[in-house]
């Protein structure tokens, strides 16, 4: 049997927990805090003596600092020029107690909101400690780059990772970049379901694909082998969730652990999908995971995960009949090509229960991107353009300049990329993808040039009109069942929140701080992409006045408020839907950009700055 640790084994230590990193890592978060919370209008920070200069105060403290304001009114806060009246304010979780009375967050809710900031904290000082340069994350291949990025730009406390020891982020953590093989397991057809696309009907195509000897994995389970389904099982989901709530169905002999099959799997960004780094060709796989992290517990919802496969099909059917999508966007459609669900017979018959016990165990196998590109073309996910490199330097400047393109010639070329399928999913299908960026992956060609589109997640991300559209008419039953329908301003809310506010409010202040392109150009040049699109089309009128992006004012979604104000950390039968406060001016219809004039300021030891310009200050190396 298993024996206890020493009681002179070593603790766990962080190696990249000192002092300098979390200062830094501090010193981002509290700007993040204070930018996106005052976005949120959680908190209503007053203009200071300057333009670009703001004051926050809150009961026993005040803030200073300096901002840019952008589109959508974001704020743009400068870490290096945050002062506070009280030199400990400057530590992000000092400053929840400071804010939480005019946040109205409640003690329970900050509680738990501490322990998340403080996991964040942790996981942002080991990207700082282990940065590379811009030049270097440029070289990185897709599956080498999700380890090396910040996190949800818009979410405060984007890592918090609840239930994860520190050891856990260690070992199974995108920024801990440690492939590691998953094992895998054996549960009986009584128990679970297996789904999969046209060629993958039957669990045995798939396995022939995924593993080097199924037979042996097979061979564990004896003569009854044709009665289990396999599949692979992330290890502390194993001994956190399995072993203790399935343990009636191990005991029975209808759940078997097995060997690993030995892929080296290393995770992205979502942390419970994992690329095979021994064999690219197969399958990303996704896992549920019992932790909660940004908004929601990571596991598999059973009848999304059992519909998987039909939802792709049906997608890639849909580009594959499209000569628009097939042969010019060359969009990429990653699909879910296979799924075994596993439901937990006790929690089946309590609908009322909370929702993180109805998505325990089960697997989706993804399409792997690196079979779709062409020789020469690299791929890295949207939200990768958001990064800065040690040295300071944007990625996004750094494929600038390799491109040999100017910087708006390089950016019309990535909405040239990004726009046409997603516009035309949504005017043509009355169908909307979750741009965000993690979902939206850029395809550039051989010298950093953005030329088409990949997109992944659907059953989860893809959402359909609740107009009666002919193209909709058709839909498979099983598909219809589980893609929710939306009225057509909320279709249009997708592409506003998850991508222009999602990710291109934090791209346009960053290239025109670091290539000079200004933001109001930026903004130009996406409004042309649509008009453009529009323009091809002319026989879908009647879709651009339906799904219509150019509405004066938006719905301002609220993904902060949900954690502050809305769901805390209550449980509840079913996943929480980002909330909603106000509106906000469309950025599509014009932008309002305030620059902060340049003023000096005081570093958080009282010591004069140089003023502070129209900049993104970037992690020191």
């Not at 792997?368 to 800065?388: D, N």
């Amino acid at each position: 049997m298993p024996q206890p640790p020493a009681a002179d084994t070593p603790l766990y230590l962080p190696p990249h927990l000192t002092a300098g990193h979390w200062r830094r890592a501090a010193r981002d978060l509290l700007a993040k805090m204070i930018g996106e919370f005052a976005y949120e209008e959680l908190l209503t920070p007053a203009p200071g003596r300057a333009e670009g200069e703001y004051r926050l105060e809150l009961p026993d403290v005040a803030y200073e600092f300096t901002a840019r304001r952008g589109a959508y009114g974001s704020w743009q806060v400068d870490p290096a020029s945050v002062r506070c009246t009280r030199p400990e304010g400057l530590d992000p979780l000092r400053f929840l107690p400071y804010a939480r009375t005019t946040l109205g967050v409640g003690g329970e809710t900050a509680g738990h909101l501490v322990r998340e900031l403080a996991a964040t904290l942790t996981a942002d000082a080991r990207q700082l400690a282990t940065a590379l340069s811009a030049a270097e994350l440029a070289e990185l291949d897709h599956p080498a780059i999700e380890g090396r990025q910040g996190g949800h730009p818009w979410i405060v406390p984007n890592k918090g990772r609840i239930g994860f020891s520190g050891s856990d982020a260690a070992r199974w953590t995108p920024e801990a970049r440690s492939p590691r093989p998953l094992p895998w397991i054996a549960v009986h057809r009584r128990l679970a379901e297996y789904r999969g696309v046209p060629g993958l009907e039957r669990p045995e195509q798939l396995y022939a694909r995924e593993l080097d000897d199924v037979d042996a994995l097979r061979a564990v389970l004896g003569p009854d082998a044709e009665d289990y389904l396999l599949l692979p099982v992330h290890p502390w989901q194993w001994e956190q969730t399995v072993l203790p709530l399935f343990a009636p169905w191990i005991a029975s002999g209808e759940i078997v652990p097995l060997p690993t099959d030995g892929d080296p799997r290393l995770p992205q960004q979502s942390i419970r999908s994992f690329f095979n780094t021994a064999h690219p060709e197969r399958c990303t796989v996704k896992l549920p995971l019992s932790i909660l992290n940004t908004l929601v517990w990571r596991g598999l919802p059973t009848e999304r995960t059992l519909a998987a496969p039909a939802v792709t099909a049906w997608l890639h059917g849909l580009r594959d009949k499209d000569p628009y999508l097939r042969d010019e966007c060359r969009v990429i459609l990653l699909g879910e090509i296979a799924s075994v669900t596993v439901d937990h017979p006790v929690y089946r018959e309590l609908p009322e229960a909370p929702y993180q016990y109805k998505e325990l165990l089960g697997a989706i196998w993804r399409e792997p991107l690196g079979p779709f590109l062409e020789p020469g073309e690299r791929a890295r996910t949207l939200a990768a353009l958001l990064q800065t490199g040690s040295d300071g330097r944007a990625l996004a400047a750094e494929l600038i300049d390799r491109s040999g393109l100017t910087p708006a010639e390089w950016t019309g070329r990535l909405f040239a990329a990004m726009l046409p399928p997603l516009l035309h999913f949504l005017y043509r299908y009355g169908l909307v993808f979750s741009p965000h960026g993690e979902n939206a992956i850029v395809v550039f060609d051989e010298r950093d040039v953005p030329a088409r589109l990949a997109v992944k997640d659907f059953v989860d991300d893809v959402n359909l009109s609740d107009q009666d559209l002919p193209e909709l008419r058709d839909l498979p039953a099983e598909v219809a069942e589980v893609l929710l329908r939306e009225n057509p301003q909320g279709l249009c809310q997708f592409i506003h929140s998850g991508l222009l506010i999602g990710v291109f409010r934090y791209l346009a202040p960053l290239l025109e701080a670091q290539t000079g392109l200004p933001e109001t150009e930026f903004w130009a040049l996406l409004r042309a992409g649509i008009r453009g699109h529009q323009a091809r089309f002319p026989e879908l009128g009647e879709r651009f006045e339906l799904f219509d992006l150019f509405r004066p004012e938006i719905d301002r979604l609220c993904l902060n408020r949900n954690r502050l104000l809305l769901d805390g950390y209550h449980d509840r039968p079913a996943r929480p839907h980002a909330a909603r406060h106000g509106t906000v001016p469309n950025a599509l219809v014009g932008v309002d950009v305030r620059l902060p004039a340049p003023s000096p300021s005081r570093s958080p030891s009282g010591q004069r700055l140089p003023a502070q310009q129209d900049r993104i200050v970037a992690p020191a190396p």
